[in-house]
């Protein structure tokens, strides 16, 4: 009892939680947004430059997918963030807060969201994409009314796994400057050894996380009619 | 009418090339149904690719009702190809559509006008049986359903041609038949040309009007049902109408011979006939009779008496229009 009336009377949780809590949301938001807008048709992309593909171009299929993809991600993401803070200013015109961080999240999530992307578009077998083509449809025609709608099972258990790892990342990026529960759990749980806005900190999360796992598999389930 | 000329395509494996498809010519005249017959890797697939250019056919052309699908534009081709409708062997439906959003896929391409679309749709589910399972998604429906919609599919847009690329071959006997009269029940009422790509003789014998036999890429035989399955010497004979497989063989107590003949002659006593003409015993060792279409044809196996003038009944049946081989001791 003693130890929920503190952590009710204690101004870490009382004044800084909620808006940490919001400022995580928003990076988090932001970051997904525009992942999907950039990472969706990146995947789509790699996976129609690639073998098999609509439109097979092999160089530059190697150059998304080699340089751009596996390259960002094989460079740590705490790295990534420091390095990318310049990239943030010039497009966001400020260097730290939820905003500035969303830019390096977004570049960091990119890659692994457009490589999940690749993997589901890769599931619809090739037979119906060849129906397809044989009914007269335009190459854009078959991605946007086959490929993406008969992935989007795939698509959305990509999406879920991708907004998790944002979370985690997230995270991190509040300790480079991003704020957010992060930064909030740094500053009081590291540097003051509260343990109490520590345990509150990884609730939140963990329920955030729970919270887009549970309705992303709803949603991959409702939509599934194979 | 499908108009193929001297279709050739080489694949390149590695270092190798593989011609898989060795100089094809064929012609489907309007309202037929063709049957293309060969073992596995003989290259029927490869042509069903290249009809449709989802491969490129590396030399030859390729027309329907005389309109060259090959060496056009982009835009060209994709209209020619609304001209095609194509069945598969898995019928590959899309499984985030529902039925009728299935059938109704070629005609969203053009932007068809939504009230015809259900009108047309509406009429195809009829056309094929479905009407109850409008609302269903396909993997709701059976094998046959699925490809009954396949079929559906393919006629959204009043083709000129049906390829069907093994309908039946992922089928049951009983599902096969009914997917086969289908098609045979559409191209009465539509004078649609077809094409089925099968490695099922009794695909041939129930539904096609024509054959041809592709191996190693070439065609090695073809003609009329009714044609090859009287030839003697062709490969398609013994195939489509089979003897069966424990027929005795020759075994000395007389001349043994394989009579190949057609429904004229079949209501004719041949074996009777020849019984009294020439005065001598004849043994039935093995036989089929089948009739396919509004035809009978028969393929027996006979042996005459030890003392019996094989020369002159050989001569009398062929005179008869009867496809004589004479079995020699092994
Ligand atoms: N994409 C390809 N690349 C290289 N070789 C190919 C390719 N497709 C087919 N081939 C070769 O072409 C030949 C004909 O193949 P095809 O698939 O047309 O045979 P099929 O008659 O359809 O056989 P099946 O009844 O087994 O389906 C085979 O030797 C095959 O290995
Ligand atoms: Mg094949």
């Known amino acids: 009892m003693d130890f929920f009336t503190e952590l009710l009377n204690n101004p870490g949780i009382t004044r800084a939680m909620w808006p940490a809590t919001v400022e995580t949301l928003q990076m988090v938001l932001i970051a997904t947004a525009f992942t999907i807008v950039i990472g969706l048709p990146l995947g789509i992309l790699l996976h129609n430059t690639g073998k098999g593909g609509l439109l097979p171009i092999r160089w530059l299929n190697v150059v998304l997918s080699g340089i751009i993809v596996n390259i960002t991600r094989s460079i740590p993401f705490a790295i990534l963030m420091v390095a990318l803070i310049p990239v943030a200013k010039a497009i966001t015109g400020e260097s730290l807060g939820p905003v500035a961080a969303s830019v390096s999240l977004t570049i960091g999530t990119v890659p692994f969201f457009a490589r999940l992307v690749e993997t589901a578009l890769r599931d619809v077998s090739s037979g119906k994409v060849d129906a397809a083509l044989v009914m007269g449809s335009t190459k854009m025609q078959v991605i946007r009314k086959v490929l993406v709608p008969e992935a989007m099972p795939g698509l959305i258990a990509a999406l879920t796994t991708t907004v998790v790892t944002l979370i985690g990342y997230s995270a991190m990026a509040g300790l480079v400057g991003g704020g957010g529960l992060g930064r909030l759990a740094y500053n009081y749980g590291f540097q003051r050894y509260d343990m109490g806005i520590m345990l509150v900190t990884m609730v939140i999360i963990l329920i955030m996380v729970q919270i887009v796992q549970i309705v992303g598999d709803i949603v991959a389930r409702k939509i599934d009619h194979r | ?330």
């Open chain 2, 1 to 330: 009418m499908i108009t193929i000329s001297d279709l050739r395509k080489v694949y390149r494996q590695g270092n190798n090339d593989v011609v898989a498809l060795d100089g094809v010519s064929l012609e489907v005249p309007t309202g037929k149904i063709h049957g293309i017959v060969g073992h596995s890797g003989a290259g029927k697939s490869t042509l069903v690719r290249c009809l449709t250019l989802l491969d490129q056919p590396t030399s030859g052309t390729v027309a329907v009702n005389g309109k060259e699908l090959t060496n056009v534009s982009d835009d060209e081709l994709r209209n020619a190809r609304r001209r095609i409708g194509m069945v598969f062997q898995h019928a590959n439906l899309f499984d985030s559509r529902t039925t009728e959003q299935n059938i109704a896929y070629p005609l969203e391409l053009v932007g068809t006008p939504k009230k015809d679309v259900a009108k047309k749709v509406s009429e195809l589910l009829e056309l094929v049986g479905l009407t109850q399972f409008a609302k269903g998604y396909p993997s709701q429906l059976s094998g046959g359903q699925r490809q009954r919609v396949g079929i559906a599919r393919a006629l959204a847009t009043d083709p000129d041609v049906l390829l069907c690329d093994e309908p039946t071959s992922a089928l049951d006997p009983q599902t096969t038949n009914e997917i086969l009269e289908l098609v045979k029940e559409l191209r009465n009422r539509l004078n649609i040309t077809v094409l089925i790509i099968t490695h099922e003789m009794h695909v041939v014998k129930q539904a096609c009007d024509s054959v041809s036999l592709l191996e190693a890429g070439k065609i090695v035989e073809h003609g009329d049902i009714e044609a090859v399955i009287t030839n003697p010497s062709g490969r398609l004979a013994s195939t489509l109408l089979p003897l069966p497989g424990d027929a005795p063989q020759v075994d000395g107590a007389g001349p043994v011979v394989d009579l190949l003949y057609t429904g004229d002659q079949a209501t004719e006593p041949v074996i009777s006939g020849i019984a009294r003409k020439f005065n001598t015993d004849v043994n039935v060792l093995a036989g089929s009779v089948e009739h396919l279409g509004d035809q009978q044809f028969a393929h027996l196996r006979v042996q005459f008496a030890p003392d019996a003038d094989l020369g002159a009944i050989v001569e009398y049946l062929k005179s008869a229009g009867i496809a004589v081989t004479v079995k020699e001791a092994k």
